[in-house]
């Protein structure tokens, strides 16, 4: 049912995060072997520990804090760093991003931050909210069980794209392809 491994035995959530953004990217990475080179501007988008502690605290987060939790999947092979788990019985997951998007283009991390939720609620306990906390601004979900199969399907569409030897051949507005750095070798391009 899922691709043979491609990263150990799990991909990494941002590898759905990256689908959901456009397809085609992480079938590049996967059948072509290329990968983004860190730039200026992602190096200033990196945050840190403290920070995220910051986030925690101003959010009014309930303790423990977890910051920077590795998890992994158990019903779905994905892996990942989640920044901010807060909270003892009902659970808070936080996605912290150091740069403003509109929300409207933002649906590949909401997708990223519900898919830690999934993966938190299905291995430390069930997850009340999330929060997308984006340079100061900050958009809560109720997590429900609706949202957490939201994203369990695109991460299945990603595993899809990832064991398909065809190139996926996505329409995007061509903006969006514009800056992209993938696009020279891009199977939409072809």
Excluded at 100 to 117: N, T
Excluded at 145 to 168: F, M
């Amino acid at each position: 049912m899922y691709p043979e491994p491609l990263y150990s035995s799990r991909i990494p959530v941002t590898l759905v995060k990256d689908h959901a953004y456009c397809p085609a990217i992480p079938w590049i990475r996967r059948f072509l072997g290329y990968r983004e080179p860190r730039s200026p501007s992602m190096e200033t988008a990196r945050v840190d520990a403290s920070y995220k502690e910051e986030v925690a605290r101003e959010l009014g987060l309930p303790r423990p804090w977890r910051i920077e939790l590795p998890v992994q999947g158990v019903s779905i092979p994905l892996s990942g760093v989640v920044d901010i788990v807060a909270g003892d019985k009902r659970l808070t997951v936080v996605e912290v991003k150091a740069y403003k998007r509109r929300m409207d283009r933002s649906r590949h991390f909401r997708i990223q931050l519900l898919l830690y939720a999934y993966i938190v609620n299905e291995t430390i306990g069930p997850v009340r909210e999330a929060i997308l906390y984006m340079q100061g601004h900050v958009y809560r979900t109720r997590v429900t069980l609706d949202l957490l199969e939201e994203a369990r399907r695109e991460a299945e569409k990603t595993l899809k794209t990832l064991a398909s030897e065809e190139p996926p051949r996505p329409r995007q507005p061509r903006r969006k392809c514009s800056y992209c750095w993938y696009r020279r070798v891009c199977p939409s391009h072809y």
